[in-house]
């Protein structure tokens, strides 16, 4: 007999295993990877470095779309078929397959394989990232059985937070044992020139792209070998040409589904309930039924609004950070990574601590915080440069701006991570045991069927303004619209009634 504690921990791993996909391949290693192969591939048809660039991110985006295409087509049937058959867990088995094989495909996305290779990597990233969202929905749906509806808001904030850890240790794991650090100067190398000078009497100095290193420096010296970011031998050695130690990534978030999976199945069991046949007319049926229904139901056709804007701006937000970063202040790919250890270290505190709130005061008082939060942050953004914030000056050999958006970072990691809980246990609240795999559905269709807004918007204001500041003025707007739709939203759901 499995105890409910085990079958808690149990469905706390899946977030734990799943959550490198987000961390590690759409956010901080292989989609700046991809980026750059595709600028190389671009530019060696001979556009230059701005058009590369842009054709690199448009081939990316449209992948992306694709994927969310089929998801929001395919979720709301699959899940009537999984609320009509009374599985959940055969559905969350049958997806891994795609997480792990989509994931372990990236391996083969190497430099200089042309437009071919550029293919490879949006499909097999999309497979696995389609694994990953449908077991999601499943997984998700398995949420109402684990205990009472008063843990629920609890449970969720322990699920994410415990994900976000996991995300944490592998992007950690990533760094420190493959991933390649930018070396320092050697220590002796101003040292070697001083007192020289030139032809016409000018001091002779070191030309670089960046200062010499201070004392302390925790990058290896030119000459030592390559080392990681914790300052260890690469485990898969040097990998300038090949990039081994990034392609490995892949295969790395494969393993690690696999391995931390296995409490899941282990301790995860399906609610007992009626089973029957597949009939996927009636699935369909179903799902036509219920968007039908929604306008009977006030509160989760709201929520469901809101949560469709709100999200859809922080999952931009998440994906534009490290652009933003790079193209505002200059960071550089080490720096972004940096970056994405404090969102993620904020967001395991946050997750938590959203789930202890959510339960003593519901959900609905979270999100609203959160959205408060994360709008405040878009306002900063929209107003800083490294010159400035909103017309406060600030000193640009300095790090203030730097530290301006690390502070948002954290703020980013923490809010976000405590929306997502909370905006999960809202939407539990709207629904039953019995009909949870379809409510998920439904409530991931909303988040996919319009996925596009975000990202269209920030690149039409960022064309029309030519600032990429400006350019995120926009989720400004969804994320207060988002919170205004919230009035209507019951805070009890419609366990209520």
């Not at 609320?83 to 795609?98: E, I, N």
């Not at 789930?355 to 915080?369: C, E, L, S």
């Amino acid at each position: 007999m499995i105890s409910k504690r085990k079958r808690i921990w149990g469905w706390y791993f899946f977030d734990w295993a799943s959550q490198p996909y987000s961390t590690l391949l759409l956010t901080f290693i292989f989609g700046p990877y991809f980026t750059d192969i595709a600028i190389g591939h671009y530019m060696g048809t001979g556009l230059d470095a701005d058009a590369a660039a842009a054709k690199a991110q448009s081939f990316w985006g449209w992948g992306i779309a694709a994927t969310s295409v089929i998801i929001a087509i395919v979720a709301p049937v699959l899940g009537a078929v999984a609320d009509s058959t009374g599985r959940r867990l055969v559905w969350v088995w049958f997806f891994s397959a795609f997480y792990i094989l989509g994931a372990w495909g990236l391996w083969w996305v190497a430099p200089g394989g042309g437009i071919g290779v550029l293919f490879w990597a949006v499909t097999f990233f999309g497979i696995g990232f389609i694994g990953m969202e449908f077991a999601t929905i499943f997984t998700n749906a398995l949420m109402p059985s684990l205990s009472d509806h008063d843990d629920l808001g609890a449970i969720s904030g322990s699920g994410f937070a415990f994900g976000y850890l996991g995300g944490l240790v592998a992007l950690v794991l990533m760094l420190g044992l493959f991933i390649t650090a930018p070396q320092a100067p050697p220590e002796d190398f101003a040292t070697e020139l001083a007192g020289e000078t030139g032809e016409e009497g000018e001091p002779l100095v070191p030309l670089e792209e960046e200062p010499l290193a201070p004392a302390g420096d925790p990058r290896p010296r030119a000459g030592e070998g390559p080392r990681t970011y914790l300052g260890l031998p690469p485990l898969l050695g040097e990998d300038s040409e090949t990039q081994t130690g990034t392609r490995i990534v892949g295969p790395f978030t494969a393993v690690w589904y696999v391995i931390f999976m296995i409490p899941f199945f282990l301790w995860v069991k399906e609610p007992k309930t009626a089973v029957s046949r597949i009939d996927l007319r009636r699935a369909v049926g179903q799902v036509i039924e219920l968007l039908k229904g929604l306008r009977f139901r006030d509160s989760l056709k709201a929520y469901l609004l809101s949560s469709l804007l709100y999200r859809d701006a922080l999952n931009a937000l998440y994906a534009f950070g490290a652009v933003y970063a790079k193209g505002v202040l200059g960071w550089s790919i080490g720096l972004i990574g940096i970056f994405g250890l404090v969102g993620a270290a904020a967001a395991v505190l946050a997750a938590w601590i959203g789930g202890r709130a959510d339960r003593a005061f519901g959900p609905k008082p979270v999100i609203v915080v959160s959205i408060l939060v994360l709008t405040l942050v878009c306002l900063v953004l929209v107003g800083m440069t490294r010159e400035q914030i909103w017309g406060i000056a600030l000193d640009p050999s300095s790090t203030q701006s730097d530290n301006i958006l690390f502070f948002c970072g954290a703020l980013i990691g923490a809010a976000g991570g405590s929306l997502q809980a909370a905006s999960r246990t809202m939407m539990v609240r709207h629904t039953t045991p019995e009909e949870a795999a379809e409510a998920f559905s439904l409530y991931a269709l909303s988040g996919k069927v319009t996925s596009f807004i975000a990202p269209a918007l920030i690149a039409l204001v960022t064309g029309i303004s030519g600032s990429q500041r400006i350019g995120f003025s926009p989720l400004i707007g969804l994320f207060l619209l988002g919170m205004i739709l919230l009035i209507w939203v019951n805070s009890k759901g419609e366990q209520s009634r």
